[in-house]
């Protein structure tokens, strides 16, 4: 079948976007563009329907062309009626995914990656990092189907993603891979089913203070039994982890008294990362940190999502704060534990430049800081205040309980 193609240099600020474009680009794939566009330019063109007026494929180069301030990219200019484009905004990538892997030749490319940078000469710092991440990722995938340990075809006949249901059967075995978008299979937040930063608590409940009930307050969950009286409360997990284990090993069973507690919002569970902890503890904690609130969302219940601040150590990479790529790439907010991350003088510094990382990378309205009431003055400078973030410094229900 013949049709109308050309090869146009246009502005990518006039290229509308399509509605039904079904691949949702992550931080981490849009720095691995960026540090191929540093490496070679651009390497394939944009597809525009000029019949709709509306990209076909290519949405991600045109984002970060926009972000780069340029105003000519390379675009495949095509003539389809609705019915086309749609399918090929189905299954042009799809077919890619459907391809085998030859792991020899994948081999070979990966190992090739020294020799390659040195005649490249790149200076950008970032870009050499991104790909020598996805060099080494890809190093492990070629291994992997080497050993039978992984599949050589991405996208196989007959896969698909079960949907998750709603589990309240108290002694149900739950068995559930959600979908990640990093090597480590660390699940994806959903960008639903998150607390607004309207939705926050602004107070720390204890038993012996006398507080407006009708505002929302943090339940420490060390704090069981609750007042009867706690709508709008938000229920939390930062400290002492043996207490909220339980959400992780039977999921099921707390599900159902989390939904009949009608909690406002939960937070995502803050299971503990140390800086010096072995690099596969500190990712398995983060790990079932996002499955429990993934889980939870799934089921209907709003979360908010948290951002450790220990810096997990990737080896062989250098410092790769891996919970970044699983957050939605829209978050109006987000919660952390002001804490002494480590023994070592300025421990508080290093945590105040961490958070201040993460606001710098996410960019929300509002940050609930939970411990910063009683820490504020070890940290509040190291944070900027010009970006128009809130953020709600509650104090922590265990120091109140060590004085006692």
Same mark, same amino acid.
């Given at each position: ?15 509308p976007e ?11 794939q849009?720095k ?12 394939? =063109? ?6 709709t007026d ?21 675009v ?10 749609q ?18 030749a ?8 020294? +020799? ?8 950008n ?7 020598? +991440? ?7 995938? =070629?291994r ?42 660390i699940p ?9 930063p309207?939705?926050l ?10 507080k ?20 709008g409360?938000?229920?939390g ?33 803050d ?19 996002r ?16 951002v ?17 790529e699983?957050?939605p ?31 710098d ?8 800081i ?5 820490h ?6 190291y944070l ?9 410094l ?11």
């Amino acid at each position: 079948m013949e049709s109308d193609l050309t090869l146009e240099w246009m502005d990518p600020n006039f290229l509308p976007e399509n509605p039904l474009n079904w691949r949702q680009h992550t931080n981490r794939q849009k720095k691995q563009f960026q540090a191929l566009f540093d490496a070679v330019g651009w390497g394939g =063109a944009i597809l525009y329907n000029k019949k709709t007026d509306r990209i076909v494929n290519g949405h991600m180069r045109r984002q970060e062309a926009i972000k780069m301030g340029l105003t000519r990219v390379p675009v495949l200019v095509v003539s389809w009626s609705e019915e086309q484009e749609q399918q090929a905004l189905l299954g042009l990538d799809s077919i890619g995914a459907m391809a085998k892997i030859n792991s020899d030749a994948l081999k070979s490319l990966t190992e090739g990656f020294d +020799e390659r940078q040195k005649a490249l000469k790149l200076t950008n710092g970032k870009s050499l990092d991104a790909m020598l +991440e996805m060099n080494n990722d890809l190093k492990v995938l =070629a291994r992997k189907i080497e050993t039978k340990k992984a599949s050589a075809i991405l996208l196989q006949h007959g896969t698909y993603t079960p949907k998750v249901k709603r589990h309240t059967e108290p002694n149900e075995e739950i068995d559930i891979i959600f979908t990640s978008s990093n090597p480590y299979g660390i699940p994806d937040l959903l960008p639903t089913n998150l607390l607004s930063p309207e939705d926050l608590p602004r107070t720390t409940y204890y038993r012996d203070d006398i507080k407006d009930p009708m505002a929302p307050q943090y339940y420490c969950e060390s704090i069981r039994p609750f007042q009867s009286n706690r709508e709008g409360g938000v229920l939390g997990f930062f400290t002492e982890d043996w207490r909220f284990n339980k959400f992780y090993e039977k999921p099921a069973m707390w599900l159902k008294k989390l939904l009949d507690d009608s909690w406002g919002g939960l937070v995502q569970p803050d299971f503990s990362l140390y800086q010096d902890w072995p690099f596969s503890m500190n990712l398995w904690n983060l790990y079932r940190s996002r499955w429990v609130a993934r889980f939870w969302q799934e089921n209907g219940l709003k979360i908010l999502p948290i951002v450790q601040n220990c810096m997990i150590r990737q080896p062989g990479a250098g410092a790769h704060r891996i919970g970044l790529e699983s957050l939605p790439d829209t978050l109006r907010c987000f919660g952390t534990e002001c804490r002494s991350i480590s023994q070592n003088k300025g421990s508080f510094e290093v945590w105040g430049r961490n958070l201040r990382w993460w606001v710098d990378c996410l960019k929300p309205e509002a940050v609930l800081i939970y411990g910063g009431k009683e820490h504020q003055s070890k940290f509040w400078g190291y944070l900027p205040h010009n970006r128009g973030v809130e953020y709600i410094l509650l104090p922590s229900y265990i120091s109140k309980r060590r004085k006692l």
